[in-house]
C-alpha cells in the first residue's frame, strides 16, 4: 500500500510561486479588506482587493499556515479580478478544497478563505448602493 503525498502538486505549485501575495497593488478603484481566523491558531489570511463598479479590478492577499491555506487564499486572489459580489460568494470552501484536493480534516482552514470573500463581497455590494 503506498501513502499519498500530503499535497497535491497544484498546492505545492501555489504554496511555492504564492502569486497575489502581498498587498493589492496601486491602482483605480476603492480598496476592500477583509480578515479571518487568528496567528495564534496557525491559520489567518487577509484579502484585498480593489474594485469600481461593482467589479474586482485587483485582488492580493497575505495569509500564514499550512500550504493548504496560502495555495487557497493565492487561487482566490487570482480568479477575483472581474468577478461582481454575487460570483464571488460562489467561490467557497467547497470549491477551493475541490480544485486542490484538499483533504476532508482542512476544510476549516478554507473556511478561513471563504470568509473572507463573504465579507468583501458584502462591502463591495454595500459600497454599490
Do not use: N
Not at 59 to 79: D, V
Amino acid at each position: 500500500m503506498t501513502v499519498p503525498p500530503p499535497y497535491s502538486l497544484r498546492v505545492l505549485q501555489l504554496f511555492r510561486e504564492a502569486p497575489g501575495a502581498g498587498p493589492v497593488p496601486p491602482g483605480p478603484g476603492a480598496l476592500h479588506a477583509a480578515e479571518a481566523g487568528r496567528l495564534m491558531e496557525d491559520a489567518w489570511v487577509r484579502l484585498e482587493v480593489r474594485a469600481e463598479g461593482g467589479r474586482v479590478l485587483a485582488a492580493g492577499f497575505r495569509a500564514w499556515g499550512c500550504p493548504h491555506l496560502i495555495a487557497a487564499a493565492a487561487l482566490a486572489a487570482g480568479r477575483l479580478p472581474g468577478m461582481g459580489p454575487a460570483e464571488m460568494t460562489g467561490l467557497d470552501a467547497q470549491l477551493l478544497a475541490a480544485e486542490l484536493d484538499v483533504p476532508a480534516a482542512k476544510l476549516g482552514r478554507l473556511l478561513k478563505v471563504e470568509d473572507c470573500i463573504s465579507a468583501l463581497a458584502a462591502r463591495i455590494a454595500a459600497a454599490g448602493r
